[in-house]
């Protein structure tokens, strides 16, 4: 069974410039959730989308958007990039019921210069 | 605000010893407290994880202890072995907030032959 996959590994943008991270799911899973991490916050969650709906959104700017797609793949975005959002991306995907397990990706890798 | 407490920061345990972390709360309303292991260059796996109504929940040499009247829990690693070796997060959750995970800052743990 294939887990989740987060593309690209690693990505490396001007400070001004936007950008998209995707990540498909577990297969059967229709939740996915961003978090981003970083030395100095540790884990924080973005959002979480399920069956194309964003179900829930934590405390980050505007800039930071997403969408599911309706097999379930999502998309990150995040406009207007600054030296301050260069973290690991990570996506976690489950079937959807609360407070099961979710399953992780490895993460993207975003560097803002 | 960091919503999960998690201490220590780094922890060095001889192979065979005992691991110990603990993480405390302030929001009564979590319902969810996964532990999270991540391993370098990969994504955060689930460990083991308890609800409110258990005070303790063991899985092989992995065991929670929770004290919900102390808004604490934590995680012993009995018979520690070198590959356990990683940084360990703690999280809370609650229901109605979909997999909005909320994360401890980490412990980086060091099992040493």
């Known amino acids: 069974k294939a887990g989740v996959t987060q593309t690209p590994r690693y990505l490396i943008k001007t400070r001004g410039q936007q950008v998209t991270l995707s990540c498909s799911p577990i297969?059967?899973?229709?939740?996915v959730s961003w978090y981003q991490q970083t030395p100095g916050q540790g884990l924080q969650f973005l959002f979480e989308y399920f069956s194309e709906t964003q179900r829930n959104k934590g405390n980050f700017p505007g800039r930071f958007s997403g969408r599911q797609f309706s097999n379930s793949r999502s998309e990150m975005n995040v406009s207007t990039l600054e030296l301050g959002d260069s973290a690991l991306y990570l996506c976690a995907s489950s079937f959807g019921q609360e407070n099961t397990e979710a399953f992780f990706g490895q993460g993207t890798r975003l560097t803002v210069v | 605000q960091q919503q999960v407490k998690q201490s220590p920061q780094s922890l060095i345990v001889q192979k065979g010893g005992i691991s110990i972390i603990n993480c405390a709360y302030e929001n009564t309303a979590f319902d969810y407290f996964p532990w999270y292991q991540q391993f370098p260059g990969k994504g955060p796996a689930l460990l083991i994880a308890i609800r409110p109504d258990v005070s303790e929940k063991k899985e092989g040499r992995f065991t929670i202890s929770f004290n919900k009247s102390a808004k604490q829990f934590s995680l012993h690693i009995m018979d520690s072995q070198p590959g356990d070796s990683a940084t360990y997060f703690c999280a809370a959750s609650m229901h109605g907030s979909g997999y909005a995970l909320n994360f401890g800052k980490g412990t980086s743990l060091l099992v040493t032959p």
């Open positions: 297969s059967g899973h229709r939740s």
